[in-house]
T-cell receptor, first 111, second 112 residues
Framework: ETGVTQSPTHLIKTRGQQVTLRCSSQSGHNTVSWYQQALGQGPQFIFQYYREEENGRGNFPPRFSGLQFPNYSSELNVNALELDDSALYLC??????????FGPGTRLTVT | ELKVEQNPLFLSMQEGKNYTIYCNYSTTSDRLYWYRQDPGKSLESLFVLLSNGAVKQEGRLMASLDTKARLSTLHITAAVHDLSATYFCAVPPRAGSYQLTFGKGTKLSVIP
C-alpha cells in the first residue's frame, strides 16, 4: 500500500471524447508524475508536476494535459481520444527522496 | 535520448532454478530502479541502486549495478511460483530527475 490512490479504476470512452483521470498523493509529496502503459509494454513518461507547475514532459501531444492542486491531488486530461490512448494510466508521487510511489492505475478503454 | 533495454523479454523457469535478467541503459545516470508488476496491477518497487557496485538482496532476488558498463542485473535464486510476474528496470535521464525511462519488461513464468 503506497498511499497513492487513483480514480476511476476503469473507464470506457468513445473516440473523440475527453477524459479526466484523478490521482491523490501522499501528504507532503510535492512531485507527481503520470505514465501511460500500453498492454505488454513498459510505462512511458507523460509529464511531471512539481508544486503545481509542469516541469517535465515526455513525447506526448498537447491534447494530454494536467493539473496539480495544493492538496496533493492531480489530474490528467486527455482530449480528442484516440483508439491508441487505450492503456493503463499510472500516477506516481514522490517527496525529496529517491522513491516514487505508484498508484493502482486507471484502465482506460477507447472504443 | 535515453534507451533502456532488458533481456530476455520472456523467461520460463523451472522451480528451484537460478536465472539472471539483464538491463542495459544508454546514458549515464545516478540510479536505477527495479519494479515488479503482477497482471492488471500497479508497479511494486523492489530495489533502488545508487552507486557503482551496489548490490541489494531481498529474499530470492538480488540486484546489482555496474555504472561503468551501464548494466544492472536481477538474479533469481531457486525460483518459486510466487515470483511469476513482469519485472521492469527504469532509469532517470539525469541526476535528481524523477522522469523514469522504463525497459520493456521481462515476463517471468515459474513452472513446477
Amino acid at each position: 500500500e503506497t498511499g497513492v490512490t487513483q480514480s476511476p479504476t476503469h473507464l470506457i470512452k468513445t473516440r473523440g471524447q475527453q477524459v479526466t483521470l484523478r490521482c491523490s498523493s501522499q501528504s507532503g509529496h510535492n512531485t507527481v508524475s503520470w505514465y501511460q502503459q500500453a498492454l505488454g509494454q513498459g510505462p512511458q513518461f507523460i509529464f511531471q508536476y512539481y508544486r503545481e507547475e509542469e516541469n517535465g514532459r515526455g513525447n506526448f501531444p498537447p491534447r494530454f494535459s494536467g493539473l496539480q492542486f495544493p492538496n496533493y491531488s492531480s489530474e490528467l486530461n486527455v482530449n480528442a481520444l484516440e483508439l491508441d490512448d487505450s492503456a493503463l494510466y499510472l500516477c506516481a508521487s514522490s517527496d525529496t527522496g529517491l522513491e516514487q510511489y505508484f498508484g493502482p492505475g486507471t484502465r482506460l478503454t477507447v472504443t | 535520448e535515453l534507451k533502456v533495454e532488458q533481456n530476455p523479454l520472456f523467461l520460463s523457469m523451472q522451480e528451484g532454478k537460478n536465472y539472471t535478467i539483464y538491463c542495459n541503459y544508454s546514458t549515464t545516470s545516478d540510479r536505477l530502479y527495479w519494479y515488479r508488476q503482477d497482471p492488471g496491477k500497479s508497479l511494486e518497487s523492489l530495489f533502488v541502486l545508487l552507486s557503482n557496485g551496489a548490490v541489494k538482496q531481498e529474499g530470492r532476488l538480488m540486484a546489482s549495478l555496474d555504472t561503468k558498463a551501464r548494466l544492472s542485473t536481477l538474479h533469481i535464486t531457486a525460483a518459486v511460483h510466487d515470483l511469476s510476474a513482469t519485472y521492469f528496470c527504469a532509469v532517470p535521464p539525469r541526476a535528481g530527475s524523477y522522469q523514469l525511462t522504463f525497459g520493456k519488461g521481462t515476463k517471468l513464468s515459474v513452472i513446477p
